[in-house]
């Protein structure tokens, strides 16, 4: 064996291959960079609701034990 790989090989490493497997996650980066930040907005808008509910819910736990 060669110390730097099997000269045989079609595809050396500094030639990209493209596969069914690249194109997914082609797509999937494609995707995160064009609906990331609403991803990220929605998780935070998500966050913020369930505080500001859980804040109302001991207001009115608080209001009913006095």
């Given at each position: 064996?060669?110390?730097?790989g099997?000269?045989?090989?079609?595809?050396?490493?500094?030639?990209?291959?493209?596969t069914?497997?690249?194109?997914r996650f082609?797509?999937?980066?494609?995707?995160?960079?064009?609906?990331?930040?609403?991803v990220?907005?929605?998780?935070?808008?998500?966050?913020?609701y369930?505080?500001?509910?859980?804040a109302?819910?001991?207001?009115?736990?608080?209001?009913?034990?006095?």
């Amino acid at each position: 064996m060669h110390p730097q790989g099997n000269n045989d090989d079609p595809h050396p490493p500094s030639q990209a291959v493209d596969t069914p497997d690249k194109g997914r996650f082609r797509h999937l980066r494609k995707w995160l960079r064009t609906h990331g930040q609403s991803v990220q907005a929605g998780f935070w808008q998500g966050a913020g609701y369930k505080l500001g509910s859980g804040a109302v819910s001991i207001l009115i736990l608080w209001a009913q034990s006095r």
